[in-house]
C-alpha cells in the first residue's frame, strides 16, 4: 500500500506569515497532485508536478517536487485569511490515486 | 464548461437501508471515481470507471458498489448501510493527459447521514 504523510497536520498563522506544508512517501510516484478544500466542499486542484524536481508557482503559492518523486512541499508566502483551508496531496500510478490525510490551515486576520 | 455534479448533496437514512448516489462528470471526460471521505480515514478511493468498466477498485467491502453508463454519467450504491457508512461522498472525474498525471475534478459531493 503506498501511503501518503502530511506535516504539519494542523497549522495556525498570523495572515503575513510564510508556511511550508510536506508530503511525504517512501514509494514513487509517476505524479503528484495538491488540493485545497474548503468546508463542505469537494477538493479543488491546485498544481499537478510531473518531473523529479519540477518547481511550479501559483501566485504566492510554490510547489516542489522531489528529485526521486518521493515527496513534495507546498510554499506559501504572505498567508491571507483567503488561503484557510484544508490542504491535500494525492500522488498515484496510472488513475488511481492516494491521498494524504492533509493539513488544516487557518490563517488569523 | 460546466463541473462535476453531485446528487443528492445530502441524505437521511436509517441502518440497514441502501442509497444511490449519482455524479454527472466534466463533459469529454470519461473516467470517473469515486472517494469516501471521514474525519477519523480521509479521502478513501473506492473505485474508478472508465468507458462503462471498473478500472480500479479500493478495499471496500462488497456492500459498496457502482456503474457507468454510457455517457459516463455514474452512481454508486450502498446496500446494508451501518452507522460507520456516514461520510461525504465524492466523485471526481477526469480527462487523462499522457505525461500530465490524472488530474481528478471534483464534485461537491454528497453528504451522507446513517441513523
Known amino acids: 500500500t503506498q501511503l501518503l504523510e502530511q506535516s504539519p497536520q494542523f497549522l495556525s498563522i498570523q495572515e503575513g506569515e510564510n508556511l511550508t506544508v510536506y508530503c511525504n512517501s517512501s514509494s514513487v510516484f509517476s505524479s503528484l497532485q495538491w488540493y485545497r478544500q474548503e468546508p463542505g466542499e469537494g477538493p479543488v486542484l491546485l498544481v499537478t508536478v510531473v518531473t523529479g524536481g519540477e518547481v511550479k508557482k501559483l501566485k504566492r503559492l510554490t510547489f516542489q517536487f522531489g528529485d526521486a518523486r518521493k515527496d513534495s512541499s507546498l510554499h506559501i508566502t504572505a498567508a491571507q485569511t483567503g488561503d484557510t483551508g484544508l490542504y491535500l496531496c494525492?500522488?498515484?500510478?496510472?488513475?488511481?490515486?492516494?491521498f494524504g490525510e492533509g493539513t488544516q490551515l487557518t490563517v488569523n486576520p | 464548461k460546466a463541473g462535476v455534479t453531485q446528487t443528492p448533496r445530502y441524505l437521511i437514512k436509517t441502518r440497514g437501508q441502501q442509497v444511490t448516489l449519482s455524479c454527472s462528470p466534466i463533459s469529454g471526460h470519461r473516467s470517473v471515481s469515486w472517494y469516501q471521505q471521514t474525519p477519523g480515514q480521509g479521502l478513501q478511493f473506492l473505485f474508478e470507471?472508465?468507458?462503462?468498466?471498473?478500472?480500479n477498485k479500493g478495499n471496500f467491502p462488497g456492500r459498496f458498489s457502482g456503474r457507468q453508463f454510457s455517457n459516463s454519467r455514474s452512481e454508486m450504491n450502498v446496500s446494508t448501510l451501518e452507522l460507520g457508512d456516514s461520510a461525504l461522498y465524492l466523485c471526481?472525474?477526469?480527462?487523462?493527459?499522457?505525461?500530465?498525471?490524472?488530474?481528478?475534478?471534483f464534485g461537491p459531493g454528497t453528504r451522507l447521514t446513517v441513523t
Open positions: 470507471y472508465f468507458s462503462e468498466t471498473q478500472r
Open positions: 471526481a472525474s477526469s480527462l487523462e493527459r499522457a505525461g500530465e498525471g490524472y488530474e481528478q475534478y
Open positions: 494525492a500522488g498515484g500510478r496510472g488513475s488511481r490515486l492516494t
